[in-house]
């Protein structure tokens, strides 16, 4: 099964960027889909971004275009996630997951166990 090992979160101002990854251990979606979620106590979990592992394939949600930058190396089963300009509004805690495709990633039982991204105003 697929082991998803998360890092990166931390604390950070408004306006400063972190870079989060996601390693999958066991190679179980390698050539499909990996990618990010996000939960608050103030939001419903939501999608955030993800790719490809065939292709480079890229979706982002609307809120994090222009300032997230989702990136896969497929040598190393690992995904990254760039975040630049951040916002306060992007504070959450941060899950990877993967799936066979971008219409079921969320749906599955493979997760990372989460990185908490906090943003100061």
């Known amino acids: 099964q697929a082991q998803l090992v998360e890092s990166g979160g931390g604390l950070v101002q408004a306006g400063g960027s972190l870079r989060l990854s996601c390693v999958d251990s066991?190679?179980?979606?390698?050539?499909?889909?990996m990618g990010w979620f996000r939960q608050s106590p103030a939001k419903e979990r939501e999608f955030v971004a993800a790719?490809?592992?065939?292709?480079?394939?890229?979706k982002y949600t609307d809120s994090v275009k222009g300032r997230f930058t989702i990136s896969r190396d497929n040598a190393k089963n690992t995904v990254t996630l760039q975040m630049n300009s951040l916002k306060p509004e992007d504070t959450a805690i941060y899950y990877c997951t993967a799936s066979t495709s971008f219409s079921t990633l969320g749906r599955g039982d493979y997760w990372g166990q989460g990185t908490q991204v906090i943003v100061s105003s």
């Open positions: 790719v490809t592992w065939t292709n480079g394939l890229k």
């Open positions: 066991g190679r179980t979606f390698s050539g499909y889909v």
